[in-house]
């Protein structure tokens, strides 16, 4: 018997109308077997059972044409039962290997596409290396290891060294600064005002140059 496989033009994909073919001539096949056994079974003989006499002639009460000729096609069915069988696997062997590869590489895709549109980070001017406990800064949500790459109208761009920052805090006291900071690779922004508090300054941390 010829195979579904062997209809398919070579180097062709697997597709799933393919398994669903083979499975379908398994399926012909499996009836076919199993109308020759109902033969079988209304001879009384099965699959097995012997077609001679006790004394060694063959038996007068069975057709034996009709016996042999339904165990030969079930012998050979039964041969291309276990080739389909073979082939199914191994078409949904490579079915769901080509779906593992493509979800592998949409997911790669899609994370390369997500690296792409996140965007690029200009590199910080300072760093804060001390915070006080209840100062503006602290209060603006400013933390230990923040990267500056803007302090109000100062940015990576127009940074000369810490009194362009010292200058913007003494002209915008009691006015709210925008901060931009790089946190754990993300970009943070928060609302600064420089103003009198308990402590020293008009900010409550210390920030230092980023060797450029």
Known sequence: MKMTGENRAEGSEITMDDVKNLIKKKDEIEEQIKAYQDVLEDQG?????PLVD????????????????????????????????????????????????????????SQQEAMEQQPTLPPPFAKVDAVTGGSPAFKAGLKVGDEVI???????????????IASVVQHSEGKPLRVAVIRDGQKVQMSLTPQRWSGRGLLGCNIIPVQR
């Open 45 to 49: 003989v099965g699959v097995d059972g």
């Open 54 to 109: 006790a004394e060694g002639y063959p038996r007068a009460d069975v057709n034996l044409y009709t016996i042999r000729d339904a165990r030969h096609n079930i012998s050979c069915l039964q041969n291309d039962h276990k080739a389909i069988m073979a082939e199914i696997e191994e078409a949904l062997h490579k079915l769901h290997a080509r779906e593992k590869a493509k979800r592998e590489q949409d997911e790669a895709g």
């Open 150 to 164: 803007e302090f109000g109208s100062v940015n990576t761009n127009n940074f000369q060294n810490l009194q362009n």
